[in-house]
């Protein structure tokens, strides 16, 4: 089943931000945009499974600036922030960063950003598509602590796929290969100043450059990466969907918050619901926003759950347009929020919400789609590399191997 290109235009006018890198873009020829965090987000440059290749094969750089920083600080930053979530951040050193949720009073995930800690009392929390500001804001406006939260003047990018650390090398010298997966450090490059996260969306080896002073030094950061990237076949993608779904990598607003649909109860799913659960640590002596409820549902169980499937039928080029129904006996028992073809699998992979008693390993699935029926079958998720054993690599070791 192929999927075209969207075909309607989107509009480029003043409402909508424009990243610090947006007038790249059309250089690069991007043929796409979504709009994610208020911003034009470039989606494709090239045809996605030519993307893809470019990935897995060699370095890519992506635009993320729709990850637009909240930044706490103040005497009481750690204090709020440890409120946010409910992962345990004594447990987050200065210098780390964690994958963590935000959850609502009733233990819905309301966004899943990647949290960096800059300082005993400096956090940012690049946030996916959510007004996770405003909510800080509110909490703070209510509370009795001494916080500050504004978003500051920084755009990331992304460096993504094996030769991105030759690459990180060439910009920033061996001492980069030192920062250990999901841990991060500062610098200056000719001027600019950066922080650099052993991060990113694609479970390969890779990094995220969030450029400080974004508005003024966005050209030069692109520009800067092109020149020393060129020797590494460095090529300009957009997120390449393909390969987050084969690392498990879930994406709010398709595979979390679920309420944009006619089969969602327009109810947050909860992050049991989702398979995270490891970012909730009930124990912790701490409070957060949605404690009880978590404890709740920890004991109660759920009846729904997001697995991973793989789906039978022509191969899923592009994007879905609408979710795809699971079905049983003429009924919609629940919805597949992302698939697609997976090149190297050579097998439509996704993830689907279904009933919890369909949600064990091998349950056989009815999806429906443009073209009819297709059979789907429950597996494990990531669908490559589980352990992610390749984003997580002793960077230098490979190095010292290699010379």
Same mark, same amino acid.
């Given at each position: 089943?192929?999927?075209?290109? %969207?075909?309607?235009?989107?509009?480029?006018?003043?409402?909508?931000?424009? $990243?610090?890198?947006?007038?790249?873009?059309?250089?690069? !020829?991007?043929?796409? +945009?979504?709009?994610?965090?208020?911003?034009?987000?470039?989606?494709?440059?090239?045809?996605?499974?030519?993307? +893809?290749?470019?990935?897995? #094969?060699?370095?890519?750089?992506?635009?993320?600036?729709?990850?637009?920083?909240?930044?706490?600080? !103040?005497?009481?930053?750690?204090?709020?922030?440890?409120?946010?979530?409910?992962?345990?951040?004594?447990?987050?050193?200065? /210098?780390?960063?964690?994958?963590?949720? #935000?959850?609502?009073?009733?233990? /819905?995930?309301?966004?899943?950003?990647?949290?960096?800690?800059?300082?005993?009392?400096?956090?940012?929390?690049?946030?996916?598509? /959510?007004?996770? &500001?405003?909510?800080?804001? !509110?909490?703070?406006?209510?509370?009795?602590?001494?916080? *500050?939260?504004?978003?500051?003047?920084?755009?990331?990018?992304?460096? *993504?796929?094996?030769?991105?650390? =030759? &690459?990180?090398?060439?910009?920033?010298?061996?001492?980069?290969?030192?920062?250990?997966?999901?841990?991060?450090?500062?610098?200056?490059?000719?001027?600019?100043?950066?922080?650099? $996260?052993?991060?990113?969306?694609?479970?390969?080896?890779?990094?995220?450059?969030?450029?400080? #002073?974004?508005?003024? =030094?966005?050209?030069?950061?692109? #520009?800067?990466?092109?020149?020393?990237?060129?020797?590494?076949?460095?090529?300009?993608?957009?997120?390449?969907?393909?390969?987050?779904?084969?690392? !498990?990598?879930?994406?709010?607003?398709?595979?979390?918050? &679920?309420?944009?649909?006619? @089969? $969602? %109860?327009?109810? @947050?799913?909860?992050?049991?619901?989702?398979?995270?659960? +490891?970012?909730?640590?009930? =124990? *912790?002596?701490?409070?957060?926003?949605?404690?009880?409820?978590?404890?709740?549902?920890?004991?109660?169980?759920?009846?729904?759950?997001?697995?991973?499937?793989?789906?039978?039928? =022509?191969?899923?080029?592009?994007?879905?347009?609408?979710?795809?129904?699971?079905? *049983?006996?003429?009924?919609?028992?629940?919805?597949? $929020?992302?698939? @697609?073809?997976?090149?190297?699998?050579?097998?439509?992979?996704? @993830?689907?919400?279904?009933?919890?008693?369909?949600?064990?390993?091998?349950?056989?699935?009815?999806?429906?789609?443009?073209?009819?029926?297709?059979?789907?079958?429950?597996?494990?998720?990531?669908?490559?590399?589980?352990?992610?054993?390749?984003?997580?690599?002793?960077?230098?070791?490979?190095?010292?191997?290699?010379?």
């Amino acid at each position: 089943m192929g999927i075209p290109y %969207d075909v309607p235009k989107i509009h480029m006018y003043t409402r909508i931000r424009k $990243s610090p890198y947006f007038y790249a873009h059309k250089r690069h !020829g991007v043929q796409s +945009y979504s709009v994610c965090n208020r911003m034009y987000h470039p989606r494709h440059y090239d045809d996605p499974i030519a993307e +893809y290749w470019k990935l897995v #094969n060699d370095v890519t750089l992506w635009d993320v600036a729709v990850e637009r920083q909240v930044d706490i600080t !103040g005497p009481d930053a750690f204090e709020f922030t440890n409120m946010l979530t409910p992962r345990d951040l004594t447990k987050c050193e200065v /210098g780390q960063c964690k994958f963590a949720l #935000n959850t609502d009073i009733d233990g /819905g995930i309301i966004n899943n950003p990647v949290l960096l800690r800059l300082g005993e009392n400096h956090f940012w929390l690049s946030v996916a598509d /959510g007004d996770v &500001l405003l909510w800080a804001k !509110g909490i703070a406006g209510v509370s009795d602590m001494d916080v *500050q939260i504004r978003e500051p003047d920084v755009a990331p990018v992304q460096i *993504q796929g094996p030769k991105s650390r =030759d &690459l990180m090398v060439d910009l920033f010298g061996d001492e980069i290969l030192d920062i250990r997966y999901y841990w991060m450090a500062e610098y200056r490059l000719d001027g600019m100043d950066v922080v650099v $996260s052993r991060t990113g969306y694609s479970g390969e080896v890779g990094y995220e450059i969030y450029l400080k #002073n974004a508005s003024r =030094d966005g050209m030069k950061l692109w #520009n800067k990466l092109l020149e020393v990237g060129k020797p590494h076949n460095l090529a300009v993608i957009g997120p390449c969907q393909i390969r987050r779904v084969e690392a !498990g990598i879930l994406s709010y607003g398709s595979d979390i918050a &679920l309420d944009n649909n006619s @089969f $969602s %109860d327009y109810g @947050f799913l909860n992050p049991y619901e989702v398979g995270l659960e +490891y970012t909730v640590d009930l =124990d *912790q002596e701490a409070d957060f926003i949605g404690k009880e409820a978590l404890k709740r549902i920890a004991a109660e169980g759920v009846k729904r759950k997001v697995v991973g499937v793989e789906i039978g039928g =022509d191969p899923i080029i592009g994007y879905i347009e609408d979710y795809l129904p699971v079905v *049983q006996d003429g009924e919609q028992i629940g919805q597949v $929020s992302s698939a @697609f073809y997976s090149p190297r699998l050579k097998k439509n992979i996704g @993830f689907a919400l279904v009933p919890i008693e369909y949600a064990d390993l091998g349950t056989e699935l009815t999806v429906g789609t443009d073209i009819g029926e297709a059979v789907a079958r429950v597996v494990e998720k990531p669908f490559i590399d589980p352990k992610k054993e390749t984003p997580k690599a002793d960077l230098r070791k490979t190095l010292e191997s290699i010379g």
